[in-house]
């Protein structure tokens, strides 16, 4: 069974960093797109970053681009969002999701519809 675990949510300061982890289990990456959404109390559910089956095609939101990189350690099935200079605007829950693209595909758009498998959230609060 296809599962996603979120995890490395918490409470910080503006400006700092923080690392989100989405573990997978049941699935090889090589043929789904891993992305990151968020979303903020009474906003709608906006995609942040999304890595392609290939991994080599990253995709970032215009609010983030500069500060926030994704990246995957294949050996441990895990995706990772590093996120710096972290800003208020920044707090919401954020969800892993895989989506199925096919062997090494360089998809990696960021429509919530398009992505089949859901993680629980972790909740990332950016706050003085």
């Known amino acids: 069974q296809l599962q996603l675990v979120e995890s490395g949510g918490t409470l910080v300061r503006p400006g700092e960093s923080l690392t989100l982890s989405c573990a997978t289990r049941?699935?090889?990456?090589?043929?789904?797109?891993i992305a990151w959404f968020r979303q903020a109390p009474g906003k709608e559910r906006e995609g942040v970053s999304c890595?392609?089956?290939?991994?080599?095609?990253?995709n970032y939101a215009d609010s983030v681009k500069g500060r926030f990189t994704i990246s995957r350690d294949n050996g441990r099935n895990t995706v990772h969002l590093q996120m710096n200079n972290l800003k208020p605007k920044d707090t919401g829950v954020y969800y892993c999701?895989?989506?199925?693209?096919?062997?090494?595909?360089?998809?990696?758009?960021?429509?919530?519809?398009?992505?089949?498998?859901w993680g629980q959230g972790t909740q990332v609060t950016v706050s003085s």
């Open positions: 049941g699935f090889t990456l090589d043929y789904y797109a």
């Open positions: 999701a895989a989506g199925y693209r096919g062997f090494l595909s360089h998809l990696a758009t960021m429509i919530p519809a398009e992505f089949a498998y």
């Open positions: 890595l392609s089956a290939s991994g080599t095609s990253p």
